[in-house]
Nanobody, 131 residues
């Protein structure tokens, strides 16, 4: 059974930084895409950053562009999310997700932040930013 375990969340003041990690277990093959999403209380889940493994293309939400970097440790299949210049509006539960799909399915569903693309989700790690 494939599982994703997020870590690295915490409480920081505005302007601070955090590095989130997502460690998988149980992979029988590598995912086509990995993504980070977040959900604040009372709001819908939104995409933050994702990476398409086929071309190492990265995608970022406009709200975090320039402040966030998604990266990979290919040897460990671990995905990281570096959060810089954090703002109170970044407060949310952050989720890691993997797209264990075929190339054809990825082309059909589209890369980026489409939640239908991702079929494995972690439990989340809380990020709280105080002003």
């Amino acid at each position: 059974q494939v599982q994703l375990a997020e870590s690295g969340g915490g409480s920081v003041q505005a302007g601070g930084s955090l590095r989130l990690s997502c460690a998988p277990s149980g992979y029988t093959h590598k995912p086509m895409c990995m993504g980070w999403f977040r959900q604040a209380p009372g709001k819908e889940r939104e995409g933050v950053a994702s990476i398409y493994m086929g071309s190492n293309t990265t995608y970022y939400a406009d709200s975090v562009l320039g402040r966030v970097t998604i990266s990979l440790d290919n040897a460990k299949n671990t995905v990281f999310l570096q959060l810089n210049s954090l703002k109170p509006e970044d407060t949310a539960m952050y989720y890691c997700a993997a797209a264990l799909r075929t190339e054809g399915a990825v082309q059909t569903l589209g890369v980026g932040f489409g939640t239908l693309l991702y079929n494995v989700w972690g439990q989340g790690t809380q990020v709280t930013v105080s002003s």
